[in-house]
């Protein structure tokens, strides 16, 4: 017969999760992580633009910029922060969605994907200073999938991941068109020019990541449901595979503009953002 869970129990959890939420070095840290997204999606920006203007800087995907941060004289040491930042970040949002309970479920479910992100953002630092220069590659994802795909159990896992994916994104559309991104901003403390860029770049930033990271999403599921690991692309599949025409081309510099605009947003959230919230 399994054992029922006390009230004394959930209660001490409660409190592991509140010190966890209130904890400075944590927030300061996931600050950190704020702070590497921006740079992040600000080279994501450059490789997307890249791929629609023919540079060839490299694949527009986390190895591409891994790849771009490593090669500059200070690379380890931003990678190394990088990862710490990511951690926290991360460890920060899962917090945020089991203690933060003022908030719509689903908003904590988007919490708690994004902590899931981070927490995957983090291993791939690692793994890729561990050696692993493949880590987060567009060869990696479809070895992954095709391996995936050999088993029932990770055939299913590829649909669900999928599903989370796009729900998670189509939240974020919503909550950006309705403006509670802005919940947890300590708008109190921004002066006025800041609070209209926030207005301005918050929702802009939100939906063209989301628009652009859904697709993602949605591949994965195309690839489990017909058994066929090519149909999943990551980021720089889905943007070289849009670039075939001029019209995707457009799509491609879009996604570049929306990248920056999300890293610049990004970089307004890391003095004002309570990173410990469920939103």
Not at 35 to 58: D, P
Not at 94 to 101: S, V
Not at 143 to 164: E, F, K, N, Q, Y
Request: with cysteine.
């Amino acid at each position: 017969m399994a054992r029922s869970i006390t009230p004394a129990a959930l209660s001490w959890r409660d409190r592991a999760v509140q010190r966890v939420r209130t904890s400075d070095a944590l927030r300061r840290a996931a600050r950190v992580g704020l702070l590497a997204r921006g740079v992040f999606y600000l080279l994501l920006a450059y490789l997307a633009a890249a791929v629609a203007a023919g540079w060839g800087a490299g694949p527009a995907n986390a190895n591409g910029a891994l790849t771009t941060v490593a090669a500059t004289p200070f690379g380890l040491v931003a990678l190394l922060g990088a990862a710490a930042g990511f951690l926290a970040f991360a460890v920060a949002r899962l917090a945020g969605a089991a203690g933060d309970r003022s908030v719509h479920p689903l908003r904590r479910l988007s919490t708690a994907g994004q902590g899931a992100f981070y927490l995957v953002m983090a291993s791939t630092v690692v793994l890729f200073l561990g050696g692993r220069g493949g880590t987060g590659s567009s060869q990696q994802q479809r070895s992954t999938t095709t391996a995936l795909l050999l088993h029932p159990v990770g055939r299913i896992g590829l649909v669900v991941v999928g599903l989370v994916v796009v729900v998670i994104c189509a939240w974020q559309v919503r909550l950006a068109i309705q403006g509670g991104y802005a919940d947890s901003l300590r708008t109190h403390e921004m002066g006025a020019r800041t609070r209209r860029a926030a207005r301005v770049i918050g929702p802009v930033g939100i939906i063209a990541r989301a628009l652009a990271v859904a697709p993602v999403g949605a591949l994965l599921v195309v690839a489990a449901l017909t058994d066929q690991a090519q149909r999943a692309k990551d980021l720089d599949g889905v943007l070289l595979m849009l670039d075939r025409s001029t019209t995707g081309m457009a799509v491609v510099w879009l996604v570049a503009a929306g990248f920056l605009v999300f890293a610049l947003y990004s970089f307004l959230e890391v003095p004002y953002r309570s990173t410990h919230a469920g939103d």
